[in-house]
């Protein structure tokens, strides 16, 4: 279950650090004779993964909800993060009462293989060395991180999912728990995705890996070795990426060339402008709670995202004869995962004969709608939750 | 006249320096006497503009037609570059028989101040300590860059430009141009531009400076000292920029998902995708021919852009009455200059009774779509010259 609210609590590189090897979570431990097999063909063992759960599992175990968080997300879905001390992620979708019912479903989130919020990642010790894996771990596919999480669901000992559902990397996840597991995902929520990552969107990923790793304190990784921190470096990327995650419109309406807290532009390199200051906040309080390598794995992780690939270069073929119901959200502002990447899904699907059913809201927020106050994802995900939940009997 | 054609020599930041210092172009000074007034209030005296000419002059002085250069371009529009060895950046318009024909006009090309290729920019010499500028350059506006230009048409001997004509940045100083001397331009084509820059494309920008500064090569911009350069700050900044001038459907078209010199992923932060390769070439190629001081001040120039506010924040205002005729184009793919902002400026030049005609250019291939082979662009580039160049009695 969740620990109730924490305090907001001084931020240092220390406790970042804590919250790594002892994570204010859940936490499910994997010994030497439990190794998740990873994509690369290494046995990654012993392995941790923290997560959170919400609500009350029912007795025939047939109301479990895992969430697959995003890129820079974590297990905190709805409880008060330990620490930025903000409130969970999604709580406008997660909640007594909210789509995501916690009054009716047992819900599950766990930080992802790769993560740096308790489970196993390059910031966790390496139990070989007692140091920090850093790049000595191996890399991660979405593919890893999913049968991780298929690993603390039998140890849960929960045979099937009722629903599977996140957005962006967690969209990923969604698509691969169905292709991987079909008889274990009886719903499936893939939001603001893509079966594939677009090779624009690699682009914007080199440029943040590229900027941690001109970091000079990055030190090949190793900064913990020297204790400091690549923080310039990863507030760079943080700031390209958070541009991808908003829309022009949106940007606009909310900042247009309004400048920050003075009457006129300074001709200066100051932050004149309030989207300036608005991204370098954006960059600073990012690096208090992410680790740089981290950032790293997780964007090459969602790089070499490719679902078809492993199904003969056809999309369909990863969701042949599947029984899960699935429903694919995306936004009509959304440009990091546009609208037509989740048509794909749909198509595939469709071929594939699933029963789908499709949803593009109409909003200017972009790509980070999916973490907003959007009605209409609300309506949707609570529509499509019920309708699952009566075929499934939870009524 | 245009120099001949350079070999490719071998570039070094001592003779990237000299460019800036005895550029391989034509000169012109202004003394202590003849100051340039910025709009941050301050006289720049004495100053350079580093300027190419192609074609020659009529007697009439009637056929000259002004060049303005984008963000990272610079005077060698139709020459080899001095520094590069390539080609020059706008040979696909500019020659004989080209839209913008050399055996019909005479074109001039100037280095913007706060360039780094000859003009008066941070790297050049500081007049009163003998070092380069650095930050001590006074911030430059559009509006100063347009300013120093007419400096440089007034020591031509030459009173009403034919045409000014440019794409991006160089279409934000054709606009004001035309708005601070209409009867000094008689015909005017902006090519994917903007009357002012967006937040977003505020927020591209700040990006980038925030990864030049981070760069502890950087030295608060007085890296020259040290005999050092942000080489790693300023090709982050190129690579995130390089995205933005590209469009989606290109990439994909170009390069997809595609490996690099390799049958499978390596699983490692190599740059396993072909799209990484060419964004990190984009970076290091860069770094070889640009200043990473007037990186900032150019981006900067472009984010205090805003040709409205000058009058009353009226756009209209600011054509009122012109005679100039105007060209506004645009390309569907475009999203760092989109076709919104085009028919922005088309409504103000209408409101203002402007003669303007305008085209959308059907393309993929983003924001350097004006400097790619785009057969479109050609055709109306040149039927509007054509039909000018007839109104001014230039057949």
Redesign the interface.
């Known amino acids: 279950m969740s620990s109730s609210p924490v305090p907001t609590i001084e931020l240092t590189a220390d406790l970042r650090l804590r919250e790594v090897d002892e994570p204010h979570s859940l936490v499910a431990h994997f010994g030497p004779d439990e190794a998740l097999r990873l ?2 063909g290494v046995d990654l063992a012993p392995f941790t993964i923290a997560y959170q759960t919400y609500g009350q599992l029912n007795g025939a175990k047939s109301n479990a909800v895992l969430i697959c968080h995003a890129l820079t997300g974590d297990q905190h879905v709805a409880n008060v993060h330990p620490v930025t001390g903000k409130d969970g992620w999604w709580e406008t979708m997660v909640g007594p009462g909210k789509p995501i019912d916690t009054e009716r479903y047992f819900i599950i989130c766990a930080n992802v293989i790769g993560g740096c919020m308790g489970t196993t990642g390059p910031a966790s010790l390496h139990p070989a060395t007692g140091r920090p894996w850093g ?1 000595d771990l ?2 991660i ?1 979405i593919r890893d991180m999913v049968r991780a999480q298929a690993m603390l669901i039998d140890r849960l000992g929960i045979d099937q999912l009722f629903a599977v559902v996140g957005g962006s990397m967690g969209g990923m996840q969604v698509l691969q728990w169905a292709a991987l597991f079909p008889e274990r995902v009886f719903a499936a929520m893939p939001i603001a995705t893509a079966a ?5 969107n ?3 990923h ?2 943040g ?3 941690v ?4 304190e990055w030190r090949q990784g190793r900064y913990f070795d020297h204790s400091i921190r690549p923080h ?2 990863l ?2 990327a943080r ?2 990426a958070h ?1 991808t995650y ?1 829309s ?1 419109e949106a ?2 309406r ?4 309004k400048l920050q807290d003075r009457a006129a ?1 300074t ?3 100051d ?1 004149d ?1 309030q ?2 200051s608005y ?2 906040h954006q ?1 600073s309080s990012f690096v208090e709670r992410f680790d740089a390598n981290s950032y ?1 794995y997780l964007t ?1 992780a969602m ?2 995202f ?1 679902l078809a690939a492993d199904y003969g270069g056809v999309l369909a073929n990863a969701f042949k004869g599947t029984r899960t119901r699935f429903c694919v959200i995306s936004f009509t502002s959304d ?1 990091l995962f ?1 609208t037509s990447e989740s048509r794909a899904i749909v198509h595939a699907l469709n071929a594939g004969g699933a029963s789908v059913s499709f949803v593009e809201v109409e909003t200017d927020k972009g790509h980070d709608a999916f973490l907003l106050d959007e009605p209409e994802l609300f309506d949707c995900s609570r529509g499509f939750l019920d309708s699952a939940a009566r075929a499934r009997g939870l009524v």
Do not use: C, N
């Open positions: 994509d690369v790049l191996p890399m596919t594939r990552h677009s090779s624009q690699i682009a914007f080199e440029v890996r590229q900027a790793m001109a970091d000079p310039k470096g507030a760079v700031m390209a541009i908003l022009d940007l606009h909310k900042f247009g060339r532009p001709f200066s390199f932050a402008f989207i300036e991204l370098r960059g790293l090459r790089d070499y490719d440009w546009a």
